[in-house]
């Protein structure tokens, strides 16, 4: 997946003003499930011809301790048409998602809000004066995805923007947008999956998987038990210190394969294994406790009789 960052224009990281409390941010961190999801949300919009060119939505996520750092994690569609008279947002909509969301426990909050076309316009200047009052006072962040994919490879280019105002009337489309750097942010354990979405393979049959995908996968998990059998190995030999966490994630991961014999029922694998010798371990503490407690209580009652 490229970024297409390229832009003319220059990033002015300003100081605090009268009129800006908070720097804006010098880096926007996206989840790729926010970009999946953005353009299912625009190759599932409208295709009739008054229909708006693009599609916009809410952005959620959360910002470093001073700010200069935006994690982009979530996003929701929010309906909107326009055209070359007038726009109109369903801010009611809006609205009802965020005290929906507030209801389910969500951590994320408003951080901006995106448009799937790589161009900006007098609208987009509107649309980012009402999130800059649902951000306030944090800056909102603007999110721009070209859909558009050429023969070359190059496309599906992600840019981040902010917005400053400008000229001395304060009117919503009184404002420039300012480039600001996009990272896609995604956890070594989300590499497969982005792997077999990003890189080309035949087209598999309704019935079977794609032989090649399916040998690469098998690859890398090989690789991968091989790793976690060698830092295992190190650790019994004493080479390396164990690691109480990485020791929790092998437990985790291993207690969710079950042994199963043929002519029997799953006996619950290893997790259940250490269940029945803890349960063992703790019986048999019970008895030693209880010998010992009748070893004493014998004495007394000898002490007592002489």
């Given at each position: 997946m490229s970024l297409d960052t390229s832009s003319s224009a220059i990033h002015l990281n300003l100081p605090p003003t009268s009129t800006s409390q908070l720097r804006p941010p010098t880096l926007i961190t996206v989840h790729p499930s926010v970009v999946a999801s953005i353009l299912t949300h625009h190759s599932r919009r409208p295709t009739e011809a008054d229909a708006s060119p693009r599609v916009?939505?809410?952005?959620?996520?959360?910002?470093?301790?001073?700010?200069?750092?935006?994690?982009?994690?979530?996003?929701?569609?929010?309906?909107?048409?326009?055209?070359?008279?007038?726009?109109?947002?369903?801010?009611?909509?809006?609205?009802?998602?965020?005290?929906?969301?507030?209801?389910?426990?969500?951590?994320?909050?408003?951080v901006g809000w995106y448009a799937t076309h790589p161009t900006l316009n007098a609208y987009s200047a509107l649309i980012q004066n009402y999130f800059s009052g649902e951000t306030s006072p944090h800056p909102s962040i603007h999110l721009t995805i070209d859909t558009e994919l050429d023969p070359s490879g190059k496309g599906l280019g992600v840019k981040g923007w902010v917005s400053t105002q400008l000229g001395l009337s304060n009117k919503p489309e009184n404002c420039a947008f300012l480039p600001v750097?996009?990272?896609?942010k995604y956890a070594e354990s989300e590499r497969a999956a982005l792997d077999?979405?990003?890189?080309?393979?035949?087209?598999?049959?309704?019935s079977l998987p794609p032989l090649p995908t399916l040998s690469a996968s098998l690859g890398q998990l090989s690789e991968l038990i091989d790793q976690c059998l060698a830092y295992v190995q190190k650790v019994n030999s004493g080479e390396q210190s164990p690691d109480p966490e990485v020791g929790r994630y092998l437990l985790e991961g291993l207690g969710r394969w079950s042994s199963t014999k043929e002519g029997t029922e799953d006996e619950g694998g290893i997790k259940a294994g250490l269940q029945d010798t803890l349960t063992v371990s703790y019986l048999s503490n019970l008895v030693r406790s209880q010998i010992e407690l009748s070893g004493r209580l014998a004495l007394l009652q000898q002490a007592a009789a002489q």
């Open positions: 916009i939505g809410t952005l959620m996520g959360s910002r470093s301790d001073n700010g200069q750092e935006v994690d982009v994690r979530a996003c929701f569609a929010v309906p909107h048409k326009e055209d070359e008279n007038q726009i109109a947002v369903d801010m009611p909509f809006q609205q009802g998602m965020m005290q929906l969301l507030g209801k389910t426990g969500a951590k994320e909050s408003i750097p996009v990272v896609i077999l979405l990003t890189t080309a393979a035949p087209t598999p049959s309704p």
